[in-house]
């Protein structure tokens, strides 16, 4: 039994050096230092823009139709040369995201024909009125200070997970399977 | 027996041919194609060109298919064709054998969808069509879903032509339905195919609009994006909407339509959609097509002027008041009024758009709780005599389109423009089985003239003379013969071609007449000489009425007007609760036509209203809105605020078409369940909750109705004694009900599924059999025939189903398709004039005077102006028959001349 416990301090002896040394911390001091996400991870929506400020999204409604919890409204309106807000003909007038009901399974993204609607990193999402959880389009949308250089293409396969990533988060599946 | 000379549609029938489909043993028809019998077999071969109700065009090429035919040289044993066949144009020959599903037919069609989207621009995203587009369904079916094709796309500039339909043409497969639906469907010939080679595309002879009534159907037979919808441009996407199956408020042929609508708002109106795959999609091979009024009409109820909560009147003004006060209100009025001046002081109006339910409560609470039979609907027409020969007209109203017909006679009419479907569905009938159409009278339909038979041409006020003589000469009167060839102008020997016709259509012949006021003062004269021509020509013989008013026909079964009950009198006493002795007044009554005149006399003190679109619409209109001030009381049922609502002492905010139940009532005959599509705005009522509110106020037995199928049931069986069935049972028959399904596919759809056939109830149940009127052994004298000078012209109008009304003007269509007055004439005059087909000119008639857009057709006989009353200007209501009036051309770049 003493063994045991010589085996259990150990492991805390071993993070309170890591601690005290400053070196592989495991903690953060969560407001003030944030963790970085993967970058497949799926947080809360963001629209995005095209590189001349245009928005990306033509208000196709297919990411309403493939909500599996219905949180998706939107209403499409036509572009006019005096009031242009869109690439395409049409652009969402109204586009809402009900944070309550959404289940950030990310089928809006993977639906998006346009890659508007992208799910970013950011997962602080508590507030303290219900009816602030109905993001508008205004709440989603990049700005245009912010510049368009981070635009985010969504392809699970290729952009996200790059061969590399994955083989620092999972490691080397031929290794791991000894073959 | 007449031969084919006299008419190629007296020709034997066509021999069966027997050939192999898919391996199954099938028989077609000589002259039929291989797509034609598949698609009667439930084969569905895929198509983009090929519609049942168009000509062949073969054009798109996906309906290929393997063929292989007997060969005599190797002993009649089935060899393949050197190249596979297009199934649409390719006629079936006996012994045949065609593959639609082997290698090389799923080949063909891979490679077809490759080419087709060659130059589509894959905008589904943006475009509206996405959703129910046939080359998504088709590249998801047939397509390869890859394409080789690397090179830039083609593209064209927008066109703005329309008001009401979107060009896309990037999109455009060129199947040219649109271009032949306008050219044979439409009548008209104004779309095209322009340009040559990979750089021809679907336009507009002048880039001009699409002007035809019919046209908002090349929408939905358009198996692409190319031409889209205006008004529901970008509204929503179709998937999103909830379906309807319902009927249309504006079409008295009946229409049946789907209305599509989401978040308490109607979207769109289209024909009734169709089952595909588990959901319920817009059916792009309809033959119920629609007209634009039902198509872009149906939304008025969503305008801002509506009213959505009851009123009373406090002093000056209206304030909104709880239903139920409103009621008793309106209960307290009417009974001071029948106490004040006894009940034939007070007259219930019923709009011609209520339904069956709502004018048999109208009937059965002004003649029991009232007791008058001051109950009307009939207001549109120019005379109360005039309304008093519809009512003869439909007596003796039978027969129905879904039957067919051998030969078809029409009277004078804008048909087109007063029942378009109805029209449309006559002149295809005729069209594609080659049965011969016959037009009589001084207006013959433009739509219908390319492609009569015969034209027998008048001048106004001479057509009852016209159908007597034609009646006698039937019996072998040859003196009337000649009467006949001298004042149509015929020549004898047509005329015994049309004698001997008429004498051989002993199959089934159909008479159609026009209760339109463009023939003014002429109905009573004319409708008798129709059912005259009736009985000469013998029992095989169908007369329908035409009128323009949605629910004329059903109001008329289910007893809203003077002398008539819904039923037999005894049925009515015992269903009513009257006994033996109790007062039913039936033939007392006040015509809706004379309500004015009565006002004015001081005869009627108190007035419901049940619509006031009816009021509206009047041809006195400001005479009866003058005349409502004096009035001691008017309630009234209506939608919107408007100058008749202010002047009521109370007033109820109805339900429209799409927020209630109900029955109409076609100019056939058939029913059509009107189904709540939304609910009703606000605090509004549907009208039959209204009537039983204050008749259970004012103290009436047997109003107390829970719903709507209640007071169905209780009308049915007095309208047809013999219907065996109920609203529910019938109406909600089939695989949609009243609760909403979301199927697998996500179409939500509600609305019952209609079975043609299934609604219909006349015949033995519905319409008695009144006695054929005698024909004359003598014609009347033929009216003397005024000269005409120069440039002269009598006017003939007919109220324009496009033109001015009080719904339709809070319509999208009113707001978006601005339309200026037309003035029909003959060829002759045009060519004697110097006028070509849309050249300006100016009518002076009396006093007034109007600019016009000459049309030149071969609708009215010579001398004869027909203007449609309601566009633009042209206000003709309230004017005798066929006034004199003057034609000035206008020279182009020229301002038109002052009034004068």
Known sequence: MLIEFMKGFTVAGRHLVRYLTGKGSVTFEYPEVRREQPPFFRGRHRLQRYQDGLERCVGCALCAAVCPSEAIYLEARENTPDNRVSAGERYAEIYQIHMLRCIFCGFCEEACPENAIIMGPSYELALYKRTDFIMNKEDMLDSPEKGFGDYHEYDPYISHVTEESDREAMGDPWERTGS | ?900
């Open chain 2, 1 to 900: 027996m007449a031969d084919q000379s006299v008419h190629p549609s007296l020709k034997p029938a066509p021999e069966d041919v027997p050939f192999v489909l898919n391996g199954k043993e099938v028989v077609g028809k000589k002259g039929e194609t291989i797509i034609t019998v598949a698609a009667r077999e439930g084969v569905y071969i895929p198509h983009y060109c090929w519609h049942p109700s168009l000509s062949v065009a073969g054009n798109c090429r996906l309906c290929l298919v393997e063929v292989h035919m007997p060969n005599p040289r190797a002993d009649n044993k089935p060899t393949p064709l050197p190249k596979p066949a297009i199934a649409c144009q390719t006629p079936v020959v006996p012994g045949m054998h065609v593959f639609t599903e082997s290698e090389l037919a799923k080949d063909c069609q891979s490679g077809m969808m490759e080419f087709l989207l060659v130059n589509h621009p894959l905008d589904c995203p943006i475009c509206d069509r996405g959703g129910e587009c046939m080359l998504q369904r088709y590249s998801m079916e047939y397509g390869t879903g890859h394409a080789r094709m690397v090179d830039k796309k083609r593209k064209f500039k927008k066109p703005q032509a329309d008001p009401l339909i979107d060009i896309e043409r990037n999109r455009c497969i060129m199947c040219t339905r649109c271009v032949r639906f306008c050219d044979e469907v439409a009548g008209e010939h104004v779309m095209g195919v322009f340009a040559r080679g990979a750089d021809n595309y679907i336009g507009t002879f002048g880039q001009g609009p699409v002007s035809n009534i019919l046209s908002g159907n090349v929408i939905d037979i358009c198996p692409v994006g190319c031409l889209t919808s205006r008004p529901f441009r970008f509204k929503a996407r179709v998937w999103e909407l909830v379906q309807t199956q319902s009927t249309s408020v504006w079409d008295a042929s009946g229409a049946k339509v789907t209305y599509w609508t989401r978040s308490n708002q109607l979207y769109r109106t289209t024909p009734p959609s169709r089952k595909y795959h588990e959901t319920y999609t817009i059916n792009e091979d309809t033959a119920e097509f629609i007209d634009n009024i039902t198509r872009f009409g149906s939304d008025f109820p969503a305008h801002e002027d509506r009213w959505e909560e009851s009123r009373v009147r406090i002093g000056e003004g209206l304030v909104p008041a709880a239903f139920r006060e409103a009621v008793r209100q309106a209960a307290r009025g009417l009974t001071r009024v029948r106490e004040q001046h006894g009940p034939d002081a007070l007259a219930v109006l019923v709009s011609p758009r209520a339904t069956m339910e709502e004018g048999y409560l109208a009937a059965k609470f002004a003649r029991t709780v009232i007791g008058t039979g001051n109950v009307d609907w009939r207001m549109s027409f120019q005379t109360a005599e005039a309304s008093d020969a519809a009512a003869l007209a439909f007596s003796h109203a039978s027969g129905d389109l879904e039957d067919g017909f051998d030969a078809v006679v029409l009277v004078n009419g804008d048909y087109l423009h007063q029942a378009p479907v109805f029209a449309m569905q006559v002149k295809e009938y005729a069209r594609l089985n080659e049965k011969p159409l016959i037009l009589i009278g001084h207006h013959h339909d433009a739509y219908f003239a390319p492609h009569a038979s015969w034209q027998l041409h008048c001048r106004p006020g001479e057509t009852a003379h016209v159908l007597e003589l034609l009646a006698l000469a039937v019996r072998g009167n040859d003196n009337a013969k000649d009467q006949l060839s001298a004042i149509t102008g015929a020549q004898a020997e047509e005329l015994d071609k049309l004698l001997q016709l008429l004498g051989h259509a002993h199959r089934k012949g159909l008479l159609i007449q026009s209760l339109e006021d463009m023939n003014g003062a002429n109905l009573p004269q004319d409708v008798p000489a129709l059912l005259g021509l009736k009985s000469a020509l013998g029992e095989a013989w169908d007369y329908i009425p035409v009128l323009r008013d949605r629910n004329a026909f059903g109001l008329y079964a289910a007893g809203a007007q003077p002398g008539r009950l819904p039923g037999a009198e005894g049925a009515v006493r015992k269903a009513w609760g009257l006994g033996e002795s109790a007062a039913l007044p039936v033939d007392s009554g006040v015509p809706a036509r004379l309500l004015a005149e009565k006002i004015e006399a001081g005869e009627i003190k108190g007035l419901l209203c049940l619509g006031a679109d009816i009021l509206h619409n009047a041809p006195e209109r400001e005479r009866l809105v003058a005349a409502l001030d004096k009035l001691e009381f008017f309630a009234v049922t209506d939608l919107f605020r408007s100058e008749i609502t202010e002047k009521a002492d109370v007033f109820f905010a109805a339900a429209s078409h799409l927020e209630r139940d109900g029955t109409y009532c076609d100019l056939e005959g058939n029913l059509a369940r009107l189904v709540e599509a939304l609910p009703p705005a606000g605090g509004s009522r549907p009208d039959w909750e209204v009537l039983a509110g204050i008749a259970k106020e004012m103290d009436g037995r047997g109003f107390d109705y829970s719903s709507v199928a209640q007071v169905f049931d209780e009308m049915i069986r007095l309208v047809a004694p013999d219907f065996a069935g109920s609203f529910k049972a019938l109406m909600l028959k089939g695989p949609r009900n009243d609760l909403t399904i979301k199927d697998p596919g996500g179409a939500r759809t509600r609305g019952p599924e209609y079975n043609p056939g299934d609604y219909r109830i006349d015949g033995a149940h519905f319409r008695w059999k009144a006695d054929p009127l005698p024909t004359p052994e003598k014609a009347s004298p033929a009216p003397e025939r005024q000269e005409l000078n120069e440039g002269e012209f009598l006017v003939t109008w007919g109220e324009h189903v496009q033109g001015s009304d009080y719904h339709l003007d809070r319509a999208s269509i009113a707001r978006l398709l601005k339309m200026a007055p037309t003035a029909e004439m003959n060829p002759e005059d045009a060519y004697r004039l110097g006028l070509e087909d849309g050249d300006r000119a100016v009518v002076h008639t009396g006093s007034d005077s109007i600019e016009v857009v000459v049309k030149v057709r071969r609708g009215p006989a010579p001398g004869v102006l027909y203007i449609p009353s309601g566009l633009g200007d042209a206000r003709f209501a309230g004017l005798s028959a066929a006034p004199l009036a003057r034609l000035e051309a206008v020279e182009a770049g020229k301002e038109a001349a002052p009034a004068g």
